[in-house]
C-alpha cells in the first residue's frame, strides 16, 4: 500500500510561479516511476508528467514541456512539479500518481498508475 499526499496549490496570477510536491508513505519509496496529472472542470484527467525511479528520465506532455519540471527527492520519498509561466489554462486539480505494478513504459497513461493522492487546487488568474 503507497498513500501519496500533495500539496502546494493555491492561486497565481498569470506568469506566476508554484512547486507542487507529493510526499509518499507506505511501500519502500523509490523503486518506481511516478506521475503528475491534472483534471480541469469539466473535462477529463490527463497526463502532465512523469519520473523513473532513479529520476533519469522525465516525461512531458505537450502542453507542458519547457513550463514544467519534474524532479523527486528519494531521501524524502518526495516528488515534485516546479510549474513556471503558468497559463489559466493550466487550472486543474493537479493528482500525483505511482505507477507499481504495470510493465515499464508507458508513462502516459491513467490506468498505468496504481496509487493516486487527493489532488490540489491550481488556480491561474489573468
Known amino acids: 500500500q503507497v498513500q501519496l499526499i500533495e500539496s502546494g496549490g493555491g492561486p497565481v496570477q498569470a506568469g506566476g510561479s508554484l512547486r507542487l510536491s507529493c510526499v509518499a508513505s507506505?511501500?519502500?519509496?523509490?523503486?518506481?516511476?511516478m506521475g503528475w496529472f491534472r483534471q480541469a472542470p469539466g473535462k477529463e484527467r490527463e497526463f502532465v508528467a512523469a519520473?523513473?525511479?532513479?529520476?533519469?528520465?522525465?516525461y512531458y506532455s505537450a502542453s507542458v514541456k519547457g513550463r514544467f519540471t519534474c524532479s523527486r527527492d528519494n531521501a524524502k520519498s518526495t516528488m515534485y512539479l516546479q510549474m513556471n509561466n503558468l497559463k489559466p489554462e493550466d487550472t486543474a486539480v493537479y493528482y500525483c500518481?505511482?505507477?507499481?505494478?504495470?510493465?515499464?513504459?508507458?508513462?502516459?497513461?491513467?490506468?498505468?498508475?496504481?496509487?493516486w493522492g487527493q489532488g490540489t487546487q491550481v488556480t491561474v488568474s489573468s
Open positions: 519520473i523513473t525511479w532513479s529520476g533519469d528520465n522525465t
Open positions: 507506505g511501500r519502500n519509496y523509490g523503486r518506481y516511476p
Open positions: 500518481a505511482a505507477k507499481i505494478f504495470s510493465p515499464p513504459g508507458n508513462y502516459h497513461g491513467e490506468n498505468q498508475y496504481d496509487y
